[in-house]
């Protein structure tokens, strides 16, 4: 064989490698391209093909991805158990959940729901829970305990990778605005100062050396109130579960008060389940009607000190009621010394589609809009405890805020 010749095995490989990238149309393409006409094997060669592996990955993806010529993924369960696990050994973890989510797009969550077994294949992450959230009404008596299973290793899974940076960037937050001896000056407990350094006076100068000030954060029963409100509908899927595992973590903390309301055109307020993020996760139903003008005429009625006040409105803003009310009622509540937070989604997808018009609105009112990743979802819940420019910090941070982004 000269130099620059191909062997047919060779020749073969690569035939079979244009045959992945390009498809099944290609074929004959990518096989005179590879010298052997596309055939899967050498000319004259004997015994079971070259590339068995690449064969294999060839069938999987065929599968999922083909005209449906050779049947599909869902004629029956242990085929359908059989791609699942095959898509894990030959694909790094990132590609198998793309794959996986393409497969349950195309042949149906609810198809795969019938089969626990196969449930327990699936490689768990949170778009999956917000398709069982999403399907929770019409799910299989006999798949809804391998389902909560499921939610439940996601929770833990996201607790723990979640729960520890958001702890630490609240603590910090709640210890410097807790602090006796540095508070700011409307948290200045006047009278325990003054009696607190009266050993400091100075008759001479008629003057009062405060030496130490005394703040009342340390006496009350918790320093911020915050109220997420949550659009549960369907664009807002892992939105909806990050919010809630948050919103639990939270509600964990002594020195907050945290309130969880959920709305589509009505509202419901899940306060009393944040002990149980999976049991809040899997009760909640996806999909309906958005009625955010409702969702913030409720959280008004949950404010009691303004100023200590902090909501955040998860939503992508495609109002259903009434958006002039709303507009009203946001406005009224940041005039009463409420911070109001807009984020048109907490997930991972980057920037989300959202109503530009009604994101302009808020802003005109001075109402920050912008998504926020989980990861970054802590330094916001910091910088907003520290009395922070949340439009500074998101620059910091390399969001854009609406209705740019």
Known sequence: MSDGEINPLQAALRARRW???????HEDEAGADGENGGQGRPAGAGGPP????????????????????????????????RWLGDIHQYFPAPVAQLLQRDALEKYKLRRLLAYPELLKEIEPDVNLVA?????????????RETAREVVRQVVAELLARLERPFRQALSGALNRAATSRRPRYKEINWPRTIHKNLKHYQPAERTLVLEQLVGYGRHRSSLRDVILAVDTSASMGTSVVYGGIYAAVMASMPALTTRLILFDSSVVDLTDRLDDPVELLFGIKLGGGTDINRALTYAAQLVTRPRETTIILISDLFEGGDQAGLLRRAAELARSGAQIIVLLALDDRGAPRFNRPLAQELVNLDIPSFACTPDLFPELMG???NGRDIRQWAGQAGIVTAPDN
């Open 131 to 143: 398709e069982i959230i999403a399907l929770g009404r019409v799910m299989p008596a006999k798949t």
């Open 383 to 385: 910088a907003l405890l």
């Open 50 to 81: 070259p590339g068995e592996e690449l064969d294999q990955i060839d069938q999987m993806l065929e599968q999922l991805y083909g005209d449906s010529e050779q049947g599909d993924l869902s004629d029956s369960a242990p085929d359908i158990a």
């Open 19 to 25: 045959r992945l990238i390009l498809g099944k149309i």
